[in-house]
């Protein structure tokens, strides 16, 4: 149901590595065996086709294999992972989950049958279609998660297409777009998935070593990290061919300086949404921000500076939010964009746009130049309402060492006041303990 296709691919890849997890590799007929072991699993549990089913825990070969059985039986898919433990009751309940396979630490597995009934209609005419489904959560604009399904097997027909085979580390969840698209990007192509065990900055740099990655995809949040804590000057990552971002914007500072520290290694731009899939890109040159967009399957347009997009791999519908599609099927990204010919630049979520007395203030852009300051570990920025302004320009940093907040302020005032705009200066400024990014290094505003 979907993927045959897919399994008949990676039966050509035989004796090749296809995952290493926990710093063991297993081939694609090791991940064959074991789909078979997930299919009769299935059967003996009586998971029945187009019935809900949660896929609880991160990138191993056991949830790997799940997930194609899954799939295979036509059933709707719901993987959770760390990040959502805050929601994940909630998530459970609006996925309207029927069955749930949780995982451990050691790749340990529980069944449990949650008994639940399904009812609403996006799910039942997936079900009557006998198609495989997917359910991920993603923020609106308010902050609500939104629940996104996706007809399965159109969402994979882009990996029909060959790409060349690398050695991916899993950066992004599984439970996240971009997850979805590391894992099956690199199995169609018979590529090896590198599971890591967490994702701080030294942890990936000695995995790319140790395991010769090829491509590392990840966040300029993360990317800025790296930067700091200098930690690529203690492992040999020769090995790294690509590092694509993508999921926020990219401060200018932070992509001049990667391209200073590894000159051989292209940078790509990535776009891509839960509703919508990842998209096609080409960056036009690793130290640009200017980025082409689309590929097979994909249409853009750009109306009054916002980025819609039409695609064949768009989803079904919200499962607890109205559809968001005009009625030629195109999708606002709410993304702020700049034109030159067939390239775009992403300024910024219109929702996260401060207005300052009628000027448009782009928070990446004061980022960037915070982030290019001594002593400045991280920034975001945002709008305060003010009855003269409309509103002012907040900044929180992090520091590397103890700073007077009056001292931080002032350095920060001037050094801006050379760099920007003066409505784009920042008029506050807090001093910050906590991280300022998400468990997926996304920057929290």
């Given at each position: ?91 459970i309940k609006i996925a309207q989950g029927q069955k ?114 090829e491509l590392l995809p990840t966040s300029p949040t ?224």
């Amino acid at each position: 149901m979907g993927i045959q296709w897919l399994l008949d691919k990676m039966r050509t890849y035989s004796g090749k590595e296809a995952i290493v997890w926990k710093d063991q590799p297993f081939t694609y007929d090791y991940l064959l065996e074991k789909k078979g072991f997930w299919t009769r699993n299935l059967n003996e549990n009586k998971v029945a086709n187009g019935e809900v089913v949660i896929m609880e825990g991160d990138y191993s070969p056991a949830i790997c294999t799940l997930l194609l059985a899954l799939i295979e039986n036509g059933n709707i898919v719901v993987p959770l992972t760390s990040a959502t433990f805050a929601n994940r009751e909630e998530f459970i309940k609006i996925a309207q989950g029927q069955k749930l396979y949780k995982f451990d630490s050691d790749d340990n597995f529980t069944f449990s049958d949650l008994k639940a009934g399904v009812t609403h209609p996006l799910i039942k005419k997936l079900q009557l279609e006998n198609s495989p489904g997917l359910v991920l959560f993603s923020s609106g604009s308010t902050g609500e998660p939104k629940a996104v399904l996706h007809n399965f097997a159109n969402l994979l027909e882009k990996y029909k297409v060959a790409r060349p085979t690398l050695r991916t580390v899993t950066f992004l969840l599984l439970d996240h777009i971009g997850g979805i698209n590391t894992m099956f990007h690199t199995l169609s192509n018979g590529g090896c998935v590198i599971t890591v065990e967490n994702r701080n900055p030294e942890y990936i740099c000695q995995t790319i070593e140790k395991h010769r990655v090829e491509l590392l995809p990840t966040s300029p949040t993360f990317l800025n990290l790296l930067l700091l804590s200098e930690q690529y000057k203690s492992f040999d990552l020769s090995s790294l061919q690509t590092i694509s971002y993508g999921t926020e914007p990219m401060p200018e500072s932070t992509l001049r300086r990667l391209n200073e520290i590894f000159p051989g290694v292209r940078l790509l731009q990535t776009y891509g949404l839960s509703e919508l899939g990842i998209l096609r890109s080409k960056s036009k040159d690793s130290s640009s921000l200017w980025v082409k967009v689309g590929g097979e399957g994909y249409e853009t347009k750009v109306v009054n500076g916002i980025l819609y997009i039409k695609t064949e791999s768009a989803m079904l519908g919200y499962l607890n939010a109205p559809s968001p599609f005009d009625e030629d099927g195109w999708f606002n990204t709410e993304d702020e964009v700049e034109v030159d010919g067939e390239y775009i630049r992403i300024k910024g979520r219109k929702s996260d746009i401060i207005n300052v007395g009628g000027q448009k203030v782009y928070p990446a852009e004061v980022e960037s130049v915070l982030l290019e300051m001594e002593n400045i570990t991280d920034a975001s920025v945002t709008g305060e309402r003010n009855p003269i302004m409309g509103n002012i320009v907040v900044a929180k940093v992090n520091l590397d060492h103890q700073e007077d907040i009056k001292s931080v302020t002032k350095r920060i005032k001037s050094y801006c006041k050379d760099r920007l705009a003066p409505y784009k200066v920042p008029v506050k400024v807090t001093v910050m303990e906590e991280r300022q990014f998400s468990e997926r290094y996304k920057r929290k505003r």
